[in-house]
């Protein structure tokens, strides 16, 4: 009989073999790897806004408190976004005619809102509350980022569930002096209370109570 | 009663059996009953699309009857599955004959059978397109499975066996996909089968090895198949419902799904044996074991519903006994009876050697305890969850159309699978064959 | 591999013929037959195959790993109190370790029996051999290696032609 | 090019519209599964399979955040705001506070500062909010079918007015419900004086005039009775609603309950509770005897007891009365002071007339007020006068009249005979369709008024928010009758109250507005004096003939005004369980004699004109020879919703006699379906409502649970709640409140009937005893919370969990749908959506309570103990690092429980409510034998039955 298949076959079908294998190995890294790019999570892409907002200007540069927009953060779920009256307090009287603040006035004139894009959206069906964030020691930093270096803002962390629960399982390396919550580039000093110290003065719960799925999802 | 008819050489067992597959000639029943099957699975289809667009809601399940249809199907199924296992595995280990003639039969039919069973519980979800969060896989979440949930344990077992199945399945049908190859006579062939063959080429090195190999998967599939229909039976002895908290329900489900496998192996093996002329190798004695394991696995389902009907009444469990009462003469009652009556009444007559060999009333015995499992598995589901615990949350449980479409698609899908079993695939293992031979007559 | 190869019509032949040349001391013999010879498993070299061994490693590493992955991720990676039932719950964790375990038995038996058998390798060089095809159907070779040391192809030849071989011929042809 | 302009660039096809029109539609969920037709159905079919392979490749279009222009005062984001107003239901305001969220009113609390609330709050007030999103609600002036300017109406009403003014109101009419808003009123009279020839009726289609009557019968005049329940050792209730519907029954129920769970507190005297009734009330099934008894048995009872107490001759007494009369006359006499009567306002003027007779003779604790609402002639007058051609001009403010004036009457007819006819009304209704001109009407909650609670207490109405759709209220179009051309509403409710308020009125107005009352408006007792001549000029009783029909409110629909409202059509009926269906309710034993059983069609027909043909419903507890239809069923014009649902038998109703008719039932062999939630009736003789006699009540049965597994600790706050069964009446406000709360969706009288009703809290009865006179038990059922909780164990993928603080968590995101642990669940209080039932819910994306997920379809869910306000105190008190009080968290049907029947709070604080009521001998856990522990657990119900009539 004539054999059906020559000696290349052998190399081939081990080729096959090898590929298939390669094929998967490829696969489950893009599925281990890939959620955790950039581009999957967005982290560090400026987001274009109606009104290229600065915060590296307003925040670096100017050295507004983040409360004087984000008032509600110390009291609200949301950290809340300025009405525009907020914007005008000063740009009534500062670069009242730049072209870039016009859909600023345009809308104060006419009553209609600036349709800010949302640059930091958590997963759906997640409650975060700003408060008690804020009133338990996380610094704006730790989830917003540098915001004093960017001129159009952007993503800082990816947000994801797995992000979330690392810092409820343990929020020590996290957690500040109160006095230092809103800075930007804030730095740990000899004198700083350690982590533990913040988390046992703040009364933070434990891990397991952190944990709770109820503390995020309803 | 002899394990192969004589007059048989290597000859002829190699050329009929690689010949069915090879020219199988025109043959009206096989697309005849081909296209029968892909017409329900068009009908399985459709149903299992409009499910996606509409949701489980298109069912007839409720509260309290949160399983229904698809609970049952999936039961009926892997039960049926067991067949093969049971058959080219368990009695491998046994070193039993017969099994030689109709273990490719069987085996195939619980690939189908188990790729309509997998099919079912995912249908079943309410979000079917989450079912891989039951994979411990790693996710951004962090999150994991729930361990400890009978269904999970399930889905654990459902993978390992159509996993180990097609494994075995295939180790099986190597030496023979070579045989195939041999024979075929044109290139097209030659190449499909001879791919498929992998390079067999009956060495005997190769031959130690795949029996070592075959004897290994043998001695595993045996206990899996066990582990499944128990952890099967978990799936409703796990909760506490009455009526399904019952310690005996493990082997209550291996007796009835190895029941449900023989029976639908006979259902299989008979007509193939007729329509390709296996009679020299599915031999009376054949069917004459395999409906003397009907009849015993039918007695042991006996003591099984015996006891799950006696011992409510033994203990005190007021719950146990109203849902007993419920089995007996509830608006599922038919069902109950249907399974008393299917798989236990009915196969009794089989005591009689002359009837074991009458094959239409083997068949239709067959046909009644395939039916009358599913009569089982819909009573297991039904009855125990629509009158439970708290009267004020008694209910009712009807089918829809879409529960009965899915139910027969499922069985056309399977039934397609197996036709085009019957077409591409040796449906006899001739190597096994071969070794059944007196050595007087193992020449060529 | 070269050397002379026979076919015979019937095992009892094979068999008897792969008997005579083991007792003349060779050993790089094969046989091919439509179906396991197992009087040949006696008379021809029997190598050691880890395979039963792989199985069994491969069964209690599932095993162990079923249990330690369960263990992980319920009680150490995300504790969660689930029905108020301990976090390790060991007996539990019974049904899916034995079935990961038999999962893995079953794959490393069935890849170890294709690594150990150097399977699949479509070509077959002793295809070539003519009526080789009936090897799979009705027909027994004889294969003895040239390279045996004590191999001699009269020596050969003539030990086999007592068996009344179909054909003896020297391979590859 | 680098592989990252390449990913960029997919990424902005995010912003391509039609791109994202695509993928929001991936995977359409059907609107109503039922409804979804051949060609759609293809349609859905082909989309799905062309769509199925681009699951993998969408990504999340861009979101907005769109803050305000300018900021609003006191809004602060994300923060709910509370304001208070009232609700007015068939005349009497009860205070409300509604929650804000963002601008929105998403949630109906009572108002604890009001008399007639004190914090509770039933089904409809809680319906209310839905009622405000109605996507269906009238938005347009209509005249005959057509949408026309408001513009037109007002110019002809001009034009009209000039006419008036010269002819003094000639031929002018107008008709409202019952008026007890004192602007209005006012209103109303300042118009009658401006056109002295015009006239202004009342109907009430749940007509109190009997009450009236009566009160006329027994003193002369028509003040209102208040009990006193808090005072009430024994409590003699005749089909009575004090509990149930009566204007202040919130209250009344508060007081009532208190003294019934004086078993499990220990504190005080626990009272003793008659009913007789025809048809089954709620304060029935509280009761500790009951007697069911035809209409004209219960006056003969009355007149007994009557006789017996002083009240009245002893003739009275009667010599064939059964045994027990005497003996609960004798105890009514044996608590003389502490002994009252109460009469529902279907009873005759006779009977209420004799209830004031026998508490007078008693020295009864209940309080006598003038009448709260203004008087005005009834519609009978009226009609008369729209047949004889004497009204020109009609104005309708509110009502449906063509839909609930008694059929005798011929309103429809007799409108015909009217020029000019206005309608104002929230639905393009039975009545727009025969006037003239319907005017859509604003909901209370978005205009401004006032209202008077049962004791008078006065409250302003003020708006929630804008107007959804345009819209008009009665002062407006009486303002625009007596050519007022400046009309505002809050100055209309202003100026009146200026008028009667001395010093600073703008502090006084600030003051009302947040406390929700106006102080010191509450009625003064009225003296009342039996008439010497009262016996004498009491009517005849009726000889006792054939079938008595008996017309009744639903419970829910009440009138059928709401009939648009899925909350109330879904709620199912305390009693029958019904939902989506009204039903001939028919005592056992006269089914059995008439060859009937439930589900059967009847035709029941008061004369050749009057039939109407609906199923049977057996109800124990009927009397006998007695069938209760239902109204505010078979509304033809309204929205979707309540459209064709159960049947109209208002046509049987007769001006003269509102609430019950002689009529014929016969079968007609056909038989209909009934959508019920509950099926089987009694407890199965299964230990489910636990009931002792008051005697054994301090009785301790303690049970010790062992467990194989180590028990968890838990050491923060372990949450549980305990009900008293004693003071649940089964009113259903906690099922409605919890919808309302927990955005739980409305399914359908389809998907009832099929088992998939989404409550999360139900309430189950039990019919117990003899059939003819059973105990009638309710049991409210949320999550139990179990500690060591089945469900939990058996989800796969963990989707229902344990917290720190001992609660069963459902995680919707998580769920797959498997449904074990529904099935494994005991108590039976899982829910799931077998359908995309949000999607198809009539509430608008506006109306859901935003701090609760929305659960979409394939997903289980169940009683969370309303974690969301869980978290959200708990988050406040963390944030103050203070501990959490006790009482500071309420769940919804907590709060809205009319009988704090439902307490919840931390098991783990030693001085909690829940702590207190959980140590009461009372508490048992549901099906304990199962382990399951529960943090729900339930106070066993108490009778407090009179030896003389038990053993007897």
């Given at each position: 009989m004539?054999?059906?298949?020559?000696?290349?076959?052998?190399?081939?079908?081990?080729?096959?073999?090898?590929a298939?294998?390669?094929?998967?190995?490829?696969?489950?890294f893009?599925?281990?790897?890939g959620p955790s790019t950039?581009?999957?999570?967005?982290v560090?892409y400026p987001v274009?806004?109606?009104?290229p907002?600065?915060?590296?200007?307003?925040v670096?540069?100017?050295?507004?408190?983040?409360?004087f927009?984000?008032?509600t953060?110390e009291?609200?779920?949301t950290?809340?976004?300025p009405p525009?009256h907020?914007?005008?307090?000063?740009h009534?009287q500062?670069w009242t005619?730049?072209?870039m603040?016009a859909?600023?006035?345009h809308?104060?004139?006419?009553?209609?809102p600036?349709?800010?894009?949302?640059v930091?959206?958590?997963?759906?069906?997640v409650?975060f509350?700003?408060?008690?964030?804020?009133?338990?020691?996380?610094?704006c930093?730790?989830c917003?980022g540098?915001?004093?270096?960017m001129?159009?803002?952007?993503?800082?962390?990816?947000?994801?569930?797995?992000w979330?629960?690392?810092?409820?399982?343990?929020?020590?390396?996290n957690?500040?002096?109160?006095?230092?919550?809103f800075?930007?580039?804030?730095?740990?000093t000899?004198?700083t209370?350690?982590g533990?110290a913040?988390?046992?003065?703040?009364?933070?719960?434990t891990?397991?109570?952190?944990?709770?799925c109820?503390v995020?999802h309803? | 009663?002899?394990v192969m008819?004589p007059?048989?050489?290597?000859t002829t067992?190699?050329a009929?059996?690689?010949e069915e597959?090879?020219?199988p000639?025109?043959?009206l029943?096989?697309?005849?009953?081909?296209?029968i099957?892909?017409?329900f699975t068009a009908?399985?289809?459709l149903?299992?699309?409009?499910?996606?667009?509409?949701?489980v809601g298109?069912?007839?399940?409720d509260?309290?009857?949160?399983?229904?249809?698809?609970?049952?199907?999936?039961v009926w199924?892997?039960?049926i599955?067991?067949?093969?296992?049971i058959?080219s595995?368990l009695?491998?280990?046994?070193q039993?004959?017969?099994r030689s003639?109709?273990?490719?039969?069987?085996?195939?039919?619980t690939?189908?059978a188990?790729?309509?069973?997998?099919?079912?519980?995912?249908l079943?979800l309410?979000r079917?397109?989450?079912?891989?969060?039951l994979?411990p896989?790693?996710?951004?979440m962090?999150?994991w499975?729930q361990?400890r949930?009978?269904?999970?344990?399930?889905?654990?077992?459902i993978?390992?066996?159509?996993?180990?199945?097609?494994?075995f399945w295939?180790l099986?049908?190597l030496p023979?996909l070579?045989?195939v190859?041999d024979?075929?006579?044109?290139y097209r062939r030659?190449?499909?089968?001879?791919?498929?063959?992998?390079?067999w080429?009956?060495?005997?090195?190769?031959?130690?090895?795949?029996?070592?190999?075959?004897?290994?998967?043998a001695?595993l599939?045996?206990p899996l198949?066990?582990?499944?229909h128990?952890i099967v039976?978990?799936d409703?002895?796990g909760?506490?419902?009455?009526?399904?908290h019952?310690t005996?329900?493990?082997?209550?489900f291996?007796?009835?799904?190895?029941?449900?496998g023989f029976?639908?192996?006979?259902?299989?093996?008979i007509?193939?044996?007729?329509l390709?002329?296996?009679?020299?190798y599915?031999?009376?004695?054949?069917?004459n074991?395999?409906v003397?394991?009907l009849?015993?696995?039918?007695?042991?389902?006996?003591?099984s519903y015996?006891i799950d009907?006696?011992?409510?009444f033994?203990?005190?469990?007021?719950?146990e006994?109203?849902?007993a009462?419920?089995?007996?003469?509830?608006?599922?009652a038919?069902?109950?009876?249907?399974?008393?009556v299917?798989?236990v009444?009915v196969p009794q007559?089989l005591?009689?050697?002359?009837?074991?060999?009458r094959?239409?009333l083997?068949?239709?015995?067959?046909?009644?305890?395939?039916i009358?499992?599913?009569?089982?598995?819909?009573?297991?589901?039904?009855s125990?969850?629509?009158?439970?615990?708290?009267p004020?949350?008694?209910g009712h449980?009807?089918?829809?159309?879409w529960?009965w479409?899915t139910?027969?698609?499922s069985?056309g899908?399977?039934a397609?699978g197996?036709?085009?079993?019957?077409?591409?695939?040796?449906v006899?293992?001739?190597?096994?064959?071969?070794?059944?031979?007196?050595p007087a007559e193992r020449?060529g | 591999?070269?050397g002379?190869?026979?076919e015979?019509?019937g095992?009892?032949a094979l068999?008897a013929?792969a008997h005579r040349?083991?007792?003349?001391?060779?050993?790089r013999?094969e046989?091919y037959?439509?179906y396991?010879?197992?009087a040949?498993?006696e008379?021809l070299?029997r190598?050691?195959w880890?395979?039963p061994?792989?199985?069994?490693?491969?069964?209690?590493?599932?095993?162990?790993g079923?249990?330690?992955l369960?263990?992980?991720g319920?009680a150490?990676?995300y504790?969660?109190n689930?029905?108020g039932?301990?976090l390790?719950s060991?007996?539990?964790?019974?049904?899916?370790a034995?079935?990961i375990a038999?999962l893995?038995?079953?794959?490393?038996?069935?890849?170890g029996?294709f690594?150990?058998a150097?399977?699949?390798?479509?070509?077959?060089p002793?295809?070539?051999?003519?009526g080789?095809?009936?090897a799979?159907?009705d027909r027994f070779?004889?294969?003895v290696?040239a390279a045996?040391?004590r191999f001699?192809?009269?020596?050969?030849?003539s030990?086999?032609?007592?068996?009344a071989?179909?054909?003896?011929v020297?391979w590859?042809s | 090019m680098?592989?990252r302009?390449?990913?960029r660039?997919?990424a902005?096809?995010?912003d391509?519209?039609?791109y994202?029109?695509?993928?929001?539609?991936?995977f359409p969920e059907?609107?109503?599964?039922?409804?979804?037709d051949?060609?759609?159905?293809?349609?859905?079919?082909?989309?799905?399979?062309?769509?199925?392979?681009?699951?993998?490749?969408?990504?999340?279009p861009a979101?907005h955040v769109?803050?305000?222009?300018e900021?609003?005062?006191?809004?602060?984001?994300?923060?709910?705001?509370?304001?208070?107003?009232?609700l007015?239901?068939q005349?009497y305001?009860?205070?409300?506070?509604?929650?804000?969220?963002?601008?929105?009113?998403?949630?109906?609390?009572?108002?604890p500062?009001?008399?007639a609330?004190?914090?509770a709050?039933?089904?409809?007030m809680?319906a209310a909010?839905l009622?405000?999103?109605?996507?269906e609600?009238?938005a347009?002036?209509?005249?005959?079918?057509?949408?026309?300017?408001?513009?037109?109406?007002?110019?002809?009403?001009?034009?009209?007015?000039g006419?008036?003014?010269?002819s003094?109101?000639?031929?002018?009419r107008?008709?409202?419900?019952?008026?007890?808003?004192p602007s209005?009123?006012?209103?109303l009279?300042?118009?009658l004086?401006?056109y002295p020839?015009?006239?202004?009726?009342?109907w009430?289609?749940?007509?109190?005039?009997?009450?009236a009557?009566g009160a006329?019968l027994a003193?002369?005049?028509p003040?209102?009775?208040?009990p006193r329940?808090?005072?009430a050792?024994?409590?003699l209730?005749?089909?009575?609603?004090?509990i149930?519907?009566?204007?202040?029954h919130l209250?009344?129920?508060?007081?009532?309950a208190e003294?019934?769970?004086?078993?499990?507190?220990?504190?005080?005297r626990m009272?003793?509770v008659?009913?007789?009734?025809?048809?089954?009330?709620?304060i029935?099934g509280?009761a500790d005897?009951?007697?069911a008894l035809?209409p004209?048995?219960?006056?003969?009872?009355?007149?007994?007891i009557?006789?017996?107490?002083?009240a009245?001759?002893k003739?009275?007494?009667g010599?064939d009365?059964?045994g027990?009369?005497?003996?609960?006359?004798?105890?009514?006499?044996?608590?003389?002071g502490?002994?009252?009567?109460h009469a529902?306002p279907?009873?005759?003027?006779?009977i209420?007339?004799?209830?004031?007779?026998?508490n007078r003779?008693?020295a009864?604790?209940?309080r006598?007020?003038?009448p709260?609402?203004?008087?005005a002639?009834g519609i009978?007058?009226?009609?008369g006068e729209?047949h004889?051609?004497?009204?020109?001009?009609l104005l309708?403010l509110?009502?449906?009249?063509?839909?609930?004036a008694p059929?005798?009457?011929g309103?429809?007819q007799?409108?015909?005979?009217?020029?000019?006819?206005v309608?104002?009304?929230?639905?393009?209704?039975e009545?727009?369709a025969?006037v003239?001109y319907?005017?859509?009407?604003?909901?209370?909650?978005e205009?401004?008024?006032?209202g008077?609670?049962f004791d008078?207490t006065?409250?302003?109405?003020?708006?929630q928010i804008?107007?959804?759709?345009?819209?008009?209220?009665?002062?407006?179009?009486?303002?625009?009758?007596?050519?007022r051309?400046d009309?505002?509403?809050?100055?209309q409710?202003?100026d009146?109250?200026?008028q009667?308020?001395?010093?600073d009125?703008?502090?006084a107005?600030e003051?009302?507005?947040r406390?929700g009352?106006?102080?010191?408006t509450?009625?003064a007792?009225?003296?009342?004096a039996?008439?010497?001549d009262?016996?004498a000029?009491?009517?005849?009783?009726?000889?006792?003939s054939?079938?008595?029909?008996?017309?009744?409110?639903?419970?829910?629909?009440?009138?059928?005004?709401?009939?648009n409202?899925?909350?109330?059509?879904?709620l199912?009926?305390?009693?029958?369980?019904l939902a989506?269906?009204?039903?001939?309710?028919v005592?056992?034993?006269t089914?059995?004699?008439?060859?009937?059983?439930?589900e059967d069609?009847?035709e029941?027909?008061?004369?050749?004109?009057?039939?109407?043909?609906?199923p049977?419903?057996?109800?124990?507890?009927?009397?006998?020879d007695c069938?209760?239809?239902?109204?505010?069923y078979?509304?033809?014009?309204?929205?979707?919703?309540?459209?064709?649902v159960?049947?109209?038998v208002?046509?049987l109703?007769?001006a003269?006699?509102?609430?019950e008719?002689a009529?014929?039932?016969?079968?007609?062999?056909e038989?209909a379906?009934?959508?019920?939630?509950?099926?089987?009736?009694?407890?199965?003789?299964?230990?489910?409502v636990?009931t002792?006699?008051?005697?054994?009540a301090?009785?301790?049965h303690?049970?010790?649970?062992?467990s194989?597994?180590?028990?968890?600790?838990?050491d923060?706050?372990a949450?549980?709640?305990?009900i008293?069964?004693?003071?649940?009446i089964?009113?259903?406000?906690?099922?409605?409140?919890?919808?309302a709360?927990?955005?739980?969706?409305?399914v359908g009288?389809?998907?009832?009937m099929?088992?998939r009703?989404?409550h999360?809290?139900?309430?189950d009865?039990?019919?117990?005893g003899e059939?003819?006179a059973?105990?009638?038990?309710f049991?409210?059922?949320?999550?139990?919370h179990?500690?060591?909780?089945?469900?939990?164990?058996?989800?796969?993928?963990g989707a229902?969990t344990?917290?720190?603080?001992?609660?069963?968590v459902m995680?919707?995101?998580?769920?797959?749908?498997?449904?074990?642990?529904?099935?494994?669940c005991?108590?039976?209080?899982r829910?799931?959506?077998?359908y995309?039932y949000?999607?198809?819910?009539?509430?608008?994306?506006?109306?859901?309570?935003?701090?609760v997920t929305?659960r979409g379809r394939?997903?289980m869910?169940k009683?969370?103990?309303?974690?969301?306000?869980?978290?959200?105190?708990?988050?406040a008190?963390?944030?103050?690092?203070r501990?959490?009080?006790?009482?500071?968290?309420?769940?919804a049907?907590q709060?809205?429980?009319p009988?704090q029947a439902?307490?919840f709070g931390d098991?783990?604080?030693p001085?909690?409510?829940?702590?207190?009521?959980k140590a009461s001998?009372?508490?048992?856990?549901?099906?304990?034998?199962?382990n399951?522990?529960p943090?729900?657990t339930?106070a066993a119900?108490?009778?407090n039955?009179?030896?003389?009539?038990?053993e007897?």
């Open positions: 004539t054999p059906i298949f020559g000696p290349a076959a052998n190399l081939v079908a081990k080729l096959v073999l090898l298939l294998g390669g094929c998967l190995v490829v696969a489950l893009i599925g281990w790897v950039e581009w999957a999570t967005r560090g274009e806004q109606p009104v907002f600065s915060h590296k200007h307003h670096g540069g100017l050295g507004l408190d983040c409360r927009c984000h008032t953060v009291t609200s779920t950290a809340g976004m525009t907020t914007c005008m307090t000063c009534s500062l005619n730049a072209e603040l859909p600023v006035r809308s104060l004139a006419d009553g209609k600036i349709q800010w894009v949302r930091n959206r958590l997963p759906d069906y409650y509350n700003h408060s008690i964030h804020v009133a338990k020691g996380v610094g930093e730790t917003h540098h915001v004093d270096q001129p159009l803002m952007e993503k800082a962390q990816t947000l994801r569930m797995g979330c629960v690392d810092c409820h399982r343990d929020p020590r390396p957690l500040r002096p109160k006095a230092a919550e800075d930007m580039g804030w730095q740990r000899a004198d209370p350690s533990d913040l988390f046992k003065q703040n009364h933070i719960h891990a397991a109570e952190l944990t709770d109820s995020c309803r | 009663m002899a008819e007059g048989q050489t290597l067992i190699s009929t059996i690689a597959t090879l020219n000639g025109r043959r029943w096989w697309w005849g009953g081909f296209l099957a892909v017409a009908l399985f289809v149903a299992v699309e409009y499910l996606f667009i509409a949701g298109i069912w007839g399940i509260i309290p009857v949160a399983w229904g249809f698809a609970i049952a199907n999936y199924w892997i039960g599955a067991s067949g093969g296992t058959i595995a009695f491998y280990l046994t039993s004959e017969w003639a109709v273990n490719r039969i069987a085996e195939s039919m690939l189908f188990a790729a309509a069973a997998g099919i079912m519980p995912i079943h309410g079917p397109s989450y079912f891989y969060w994979f896989i790693p996710n951004t962090g999150l499975p361990f949930s009978p269904l999970l344990w399930d889905f654990f077992a993978l390992s066996y159509v996993t180990a199945s097609v494994l295939y099986g049908l023979d070579a045989l190859r024979r075929a006579p044109t030659q190449l499909f089968y001879g791919i498929a063959a992998l390079g080429t009956g060495s005997h090195t190769q031959w130690r090895l795949h029996k070592t190999a075959y004897g290994l998967l001695a599939m045996a198949v066990i582990s499944v128990s039976g978990l409703f002895s909760g506490l419902l009455p009526g399904w019952s005996q329900f493990s082997p209550f291996v007796f009835g799904a190895v029941l449900s029976a639908t192996v006979l259902l299989l093996v007509p193939v044996r007729r390709y002329r296996l009679e020299p599915i031999t009376a004695h054949h069917l074991l395999l003397i394991f009849l015993l696995c039918s007695l042991l389902l006996a003591y015996l009907a006696l011992l409510p033994y203990g005190s469990d007021r719950y006994r109203a849902v009462m419920h089995r007996f003469t509830g608006e599922w038919w069902s109950f009876w249907a399974a008393v299917l798989n009444v007559i005591w009689f050697p002359r009837l074991r060999l094959l239409w083997v068949l239709l015995v067959s046909f009644g305890v395939v009358g499992m599913w009569c089982e598995r819909i009573m297991l589901v039904a125990s969850l629509y009158q439970d615990f708290m004020s949350a008694w449980f009807s089918g829809t159309v529960d479409s139910l027969l698609g069985v899908m399977a397609a197996f036709f085009l079993f019957l077409r591409y695939v040796p006899v293992a001739a190597y096994e064959l071969k070794e059944l031979l007196p020449r | 591999m070269s002379i190869a026979a015979f019509a095992e009892a068999v013929a040349l083991r007792e003349d001391g060779l050993s013999i046989a037959a439509p396991p010879v197992e040949l498993d008379i070299p190598p050691r880890p395979l061994v792989l199985v069994f490693v491969a069964g209690m590493l599932g095993l162990a079923g249990f330690f369960q263990w992980y319920a150490v990676s504790p969660i689930i029905g039932r301990p390790a060991w007996a539990a964790f019974i049904p899916i034995f079935e038999v893995c038995a079953v794959t490393a038996g069935f890849v029996f690594a150990l150097r399977l699949p390798a479509p070509y077959q002793i295809q070539a051999l003519p080789f095809e009936r799979s159907q070779f004889l294969i290696d045996d040391p001699d192809a009269a020596r050969v030849t030990a086999v032609e007592e068996f071989p179909c054909s003896i020297p590859p | 680098t592989g302009f390449w990913w660039s997919l902005e096809r995010a391509d519209p039609a994202l029109a695509a993928i929001a539609h991936e059907p609107q109503s599964p039922e409804g979804v051949r060609r759609r159905f293809l349609q859905l079919m082909a989309a799905s399979a062309a769509l199925s392979g681009l699951g993998g490749c969408s990504s999340l979101e769109v803050p305000r222009v900021p609003l005062a006191g809004e602060e984001a994300g923060v709910p705001r509370y304001v208070a107003t009232a007015v239901q005349g305001a009860t205070g409300a506070i509604l929650q804000h969220r963002d601008g929105r009113p998403v949630k109906l609390e009572g108002n500062d009001h008399p609330s004190l914090g709050s039933d089904a409809t809680q909010v009622d405000l999103y109605d996507p609600r009238s347009a002036v209509l005249s005959g079918g057509r949408i026309v300017d408001w513009e037109k109406l007002s110019l002809l009403l001009a034009e009209k007015r006419q008036w003014a010269k003094g109101g000639t031929g002018l107008i008709l409202t419900g019952l008026v007890a808003s209005l009123a006012a209103q009279a300042a118009l004086r401006q020839n015009a006239a202004w009726h009342q009430e289609p749940l007509s109190r005039d009997a009450v009557a006329t003193f002369g005049k003040v209102e009775m208040l329940f808090d005072k050792d024994v409590v209730a005749v089909e009575s609603d004090a149930s519907g009566a204007p202040g209250a009344f129920a508060r007081a009532f003294r019934r769970r004086a078993a499990e507190t220990g504190g005080g009272s003793r008659y009913a007789i009734e025809a048809t089954p009330t709620l029935g509280a005897h009951r007697f035809k004209a048995a219960i006056e003969t009872a009355l007149r007994a009557a006789a017996a107490t002083g009245g001759p003739e009275w007494q010599s009365r059964p027990w009369v005497d003996a609960v006359a004798s105890d009514l006499i044996a608590s003389k502490a002994a009252l009567v529902g279907e009873q005759s003027p006779a209420h007339a004799l209830v004031h007779a026998i003779a008693l009864a604790p209940v006598y007020v003038e709260v609402a203004a008087a002639p009978a007058a009226l009609t729209m004889q051609g004497k009204v020109e001009t309708i509110g009502g449906n009249p063509v839909y609930d059929a005798d009457l309103f429809a007799a409108l015909g005979r009217v020029k000019l006819s309608q104002l009304g929230t639905h393009a209704d009545t727009a025969r003239t319907h005017v859509p009407a604003l909901h209370a909650f205009d401004w008024g006032d008077r609670a008078g006065a409250a302003i109405v003020q708006p804008r107007p959804l759709a345009p819209g008009h209220s009665a002062a407006e179009m009486i303002a625009l009758v007596a050519g051309q009309f505002d509403a809050r100055k409710v202003r009146h109250w200026r009667t308020t001395p010093g009125f703008d502090t107005w003051d009302w507005l406390q009352t106006i102080p010191n509450a009625s007792d009225t003296p009342v039996i008439r010497a009262f016996a000029a009491l009517p005849k009783p009726d000889a006792a054939g079938l008595a029909v008996l017309l009744r409110p639903d419970p829910f629909l009440r009138d059928g005004a709401q009939a409202n899925g909350w109330l059509q879904e199912p009926r305390p009693l029958t369980r989506w269906d009204n039903a001939a309710l005592a056992p034993a089914a059995e004699r008439l060859g009937l059983k439930s069609v009847v029941i027909a008061a004369d050749d004109t009057a039939k109407v043909r609906l049977v419903l057996v109800l124990p507890g009927q009397a006998e069938v209760t239809l239902p109204l505010g078979g509304r033809t014009a309204i929205g979707a919703v309540g459209r064709d159960g049947v109209d208002a046509k109703r007769r003269e006699r509102l609430w008719t009529a014929t039932l016969h079968p007609t062999g038989t379906a009934l959508s019920m939630t509950q099926h089987q009736q009694d407890m199965a003789g299964r230990d489910i636990r002792r006699a008051l005697a054994e301090g009785e301790r303690d049970t010790v649970a062992a194989l597994y180590p028990p968890y600790k838990y923060g706050n949450w549980g709640m305990a008293s069964l004693s003071s649940c089964g009113c259903g406000a906690c099922t409605a409140a919890c919808q709360e927990n955005n739980i969706p409305v009288r389809d998907q009832v099929r088992g009703a989404m999360w809290i139900r309430v009865r039990y019919w117990g059939p003819q059973p105990d009638i038990a049991q409210p059922v949320p999550c139990m179990c500690e060591d909780a089945p469900c939990e164990v058996v989800c796969p993928v229902t344990h917290d720190s603080d001992g609660l069963n995680v919707y995101n998580r769920c797959v749908g498997t449904r074990f642990c529904s099935n494994n005991p108590y039976k209080v829910r799931f959506n077998f995309g949000s999607g198809s819910d009539p509430r608008p994306a506006m109306a859901w309570n935003p701090d929305v394939g997903v869910e009683c969370t103990y309303c974690i969301q306000r869980i978290r959200e105190t708990k988050i008190a963390d944030r103050d690092d501990p959490i009080a006790d009482g500071e968290i309420v769940t049907c709060q809205a429980c009988t439902i307490v098991i783990n604080d001085k909690s409510a829940v702590r207190t009521r001998a009372l508490d048992y856990a549901l099906l304990e034998d199962l399951t522990r943090r729900t339930y119900r108490v009778l039955r009179n030896p003389a009539i038990a007897g």
